[in-house]
């Protein structure tokens, strides 16, 4: 195969043959590098990722993916699939390969009497919560409001409302996915059960999804919401007096436990800015009377720097964490499931979280159970149901500080790892088989390499979380 110019030049084994017949099969928009906005549709929320794909497919439609599946799988290439570009460990992107960019697949449709949505992957909870919501409905969604749908779901999802209404992915009742062959299937309880089994929970192995069906629940539109902030030096106390409430809590509730700098945030007053805090942010998915004397001794514990929790629209508590996880800043996380938060747990996360002083780093706990815990470990593919709450060590900076602050990931995640009960697969960095194998357990790994084996067996789609096939 022989190439010329300066695309050529950078990606050898992508010649103008290749460009030219794929640009013909597209509807979307093809890029290379030294095309206009090339640069920007290469960028991923994390910036410490710099790769250099060969070719960028802008698909719009499902028809546009078959298409440039086919025509990798013809030409040999390397394929990463983008949705939201949001996942830390960047492979959403690659280095000469083509990428999959479905972030112009926007297309979603409410049925507010069967509360239900057809939503494809390009979209962002943002978007997806605003169409839903136009209804008094939502789905388990993500913290941020600018992570996709897409690979927020096939990883299992949590969010504010999961306590409640379980995991993202238990409440799919449908996907539509291009196979590794170029082939749309959709899967359901129904219709390829064990390939729908897979899909909540094992990421992007077995294809790309290009539409999902979503089962939507009453939610707000006013929900009691918002964080409660308590000094560092109280949170030895508060982690174990939380616990108990926590444990205590009904499924209405879910809490989140922010361990940091106190971030130069509009709502926060300036004199605590930079401070060292322990925050619990609250989302009470039920009716506001009730929430406020659940809520009251959380509010009335200890001695609180700062109250902000309130009757808020659910869009508006879904942005609380937006402006602390901007694009373009240097990540690096480290995660371990907790079984329980017991003493040992506590003290190692006193002991690391505030060894950071960046006022951008944080460490963050989800509280689980309720709805989540309650569905068989083998209902999905999902790993880490029995689990108490997820901790994410999350090193956060700009370029120059950026190998100092995933030291600090690195040295707190060591630190949990004899505490681990698994891993959440959606909060994985590059780390390696290990532990995405430690993100399911042997039994269902080994299920999922079977599922690979039917559906990707030469590993095609291998730029995610991998589940490799027998072969490889």
Same mark, same amino acid.
């Given at each position: 195969?022989t190439?010329?110019?300066?695309?050529?030049?950078?990606?050898?084994?992508?010649?103008?043959?290749?460009?030219?017949?794929?640009?013909?099969?597209?509807?979307?928009?093809?890029?290379?590098?030294?095309?206009?906005?090339?640069?920007?549709?290469?960028?991923?929320?994390?910036?410490?990722?710099?790769?250099?794909?060969?070719?960028?497919?802008?698909?719009? /439609?499902?028809?546009? $993916?078959? *298409?440039?599946? &086919?025509?990798?799988?013809?030409?040999?290439?390397? @394929?990463?699939?983008? %949705? #939201?570009?949001?996942?830390?460990?960047?492979?959403?992107?690659?280095?000469?390969?083509?990428?999959?960019?479905?972030?112009?697949?926007?297309?979603?449709?409410?049925?507010?009497?069967?509360?239900?949505?057809?939503?494809?992957?390009?979209?962002?909870?943002?978007e997806l919560?605003?169409?839903?919501?136009?209804?008094?409905?939502?789905?388990?969604?993500?913290?941020?409001?600018?992570?996709?749908?897409?690979?927020?779901?096939?990883?299992?999802?949590?969010?504010?409302?999961?306590?409640?209404?379980?995991?993202?992915?238990?409440n799919?009742?449908a996907?539509?996915?291009?196979?590794? /062959?170029?082939?749309? $299937?959709? *899967?359901?309880? &129904?219709?390829?059960?064990?390939?729908?089994?897979? @899909?909540?929970?094992? %990421? #992007?192995?077995?294809?790309?999804?290009?539409?999902?069906?979503?089962?939507?629940?009453?939610?707000?539109?006013?929900?009691?919401?918002?964080?409660?902030?308590?000094?560092?030096?109280?949170?030895?106390?508060?982690?174990?007096?939380?616990?108990?409430?926590?444990?205590?809590?009904?499924?209405?509730?879910?809490?989140?436990?922010?361990?940091?700098?106190?971030?130069?945030?509009?709502?926060?007053?300036?004199?605590?800015?930079?401070?060292?805090?322990?925050?619990?942010?609250?989302?009470?998915?039920?009716?506001?009377?009730?929430?406020?004397?659940?809520?009251?001794?959380?509010?009335?514990?200890?001695?609180?720097?700062?109250?902000?929790?309130?009757?808020?629209?659910?869009?508006?508590?879904?942005?609380?964490?937006?402006?602390?996880?901007?694009?373009?800043?240097?990540?690096?996380?480290?995660?371990?499931?907790?079984?329980?938060?017991?003493?040992?747990?506590?003290?190692?996360?006193?002991?690391?979280?505030?060894?950071?002083?960046?006022?951008?780093?944080?460490?963050?706990?989800?509280?689980?159970?309720?709805?989540?815990?309650?569905?068989?470990?083998?209902?999905?593919?999902?790993?880490?149901?029995?689990?108490?709450?997820?901790?994410?060590?999350?090193?956060?900076?700009?370029p120059t500080?950026?190998?100092?602050?995933?030291?600090?990931?690195?040295?707190?995640?060591?630190a949990?790892?004899?505490?681990?009960?698994?891993?959440?697969?959606?909060?994985?960095?590059?780390?390696?088989?290990?532990?995405?194998?430690?993100?399911?357990?042997?039994a269902?790994?080994?299920?999922?390499?079977?599922?690979?084996?039917?559906?990707?067996?030469?590993n095609?789609?291998?730029?995610?979380?991998?589940?490799?096939?027998?072969?490889?």
């Amino acid at each position: 195969m022989t190439t010329t110019g300066a695309a050529a030049a950078a990606h050898p084994g992508i010649g103008e043959a290749d460009v030219a017949a794929l640009r013909r099969r597209l509807r979307g928009e093809l890029l290379r590098p030294g095309d206009a906005g090339y640069e920007q549709a290469r960028a991923l929320w994390n910036g410490a990722v710099d790769a250099r794909p060969g070719l960028i497919a802008r698909c719009s /439609g499902t028809a546009d $993916v078959v *298409a440039a599946i &086919r025509h990798a799988a013809d030409a040999g290439l390397l @394929v990463a699939v983008r %949705g #939201g570009g949001h996942n830390v460990a960047g492979t959403a992107s690659c280095d000469g390969g083509l990428v999959l960019d479905l972030s112009a697949m926007k297309g979603v449709r409410v049925d507010p009497d069967r509360r239900t949505a057809w939503a494809q992957p390009g979209l962002l909870w943002g978007e997806l919560d605003h169409e839903t919501q136009a209804f008094g409905l939502a789905t388990v969604g993500g913290i941020v409001t600018h992570t996709g749908i897409a690979g927020l779901t096939l990883g299992g999802g949590i969010g504010w409302l999961m306590r409640k209404h379980g995991l993202t992915c238990d409440n799919l009742r449908a996907v539509d996915l291009v196979t590794a /062959g170029g082939q749309l $299937v959709r *899967a359901s309880e &129904r219709e390829h059960p064990e390939l729908f089994w897979g @899909v909540r929970g094992g %990421g #992007g192995n077995f294809g790309v999804v290009t539409g999902f069906q979503y089962r939507l629940h009453r939610v707000g539109p006013t929900v009691l919401a918002g964080p409660v902030f308590f000094a560092a030096d109280d949170a030895g106390e508060l982690l174990r007096w939380y616990r108990d409430f926590a444990a205590a809590a009904p499924d209405e509730l879910t809490t989140v436990v922010n361990l940091r700098h106190a971030p130069p945030l509009p709502f926060i007053p300036e004199h605590l800015h930079g401070v060292p805090v322990a925050t619990v942010v609250a989302c009470w998915a039920g009716p506001v009377e009730r929430g406020e004397r659940v809520l009251e001794p959380l509010r009335r514990h200890g001695r609180p720097l700062l109250d902000l929790i309130a009757p808020k629209p659910y869009l508006a508590h879904q942005g609380t964490f937006d402006a602390t996880v901007p694009h373009g800043l240097h990540y690096h996380w480290r995660s371990e499931y907790l079984r329980t938060l017991d003493d040992r747990a506590i003290d190692t996360l006193l002991a690391h979280a505030w060894e950071s002083r960046s006022p951008r780093s944080y460490t963050i706990m989800f509280q689980l159970g309720g709805a989540v815990g309650r569905l068989p470990e083998d209902a999905t593919a999902f790993g880490g149901r029995a689990a108490g709450f997820a901790v994410n060590v999350n090193g956060v900076a700009l370029p120059t500080e950026h190998a100092e602050q995933a030291a600090w990931a690195r040295r707190f995640g060591q630190a949990l790892r004899p505490l681990s009960a698994g891993v959440y697969l959606n909060f994985l960095d590059e780390e390696g088989q290990d532990r995405v194998r430690s993100a399911y357990g042997p039994a269902k790994y080994e299920r999922l390499v079977a599922l690979k084996d039917v559906w990707d067996p030469t590993n095609f789609f291998r730029r995610n979380q991998n589940i490799r096939p027998s072969a490889s």
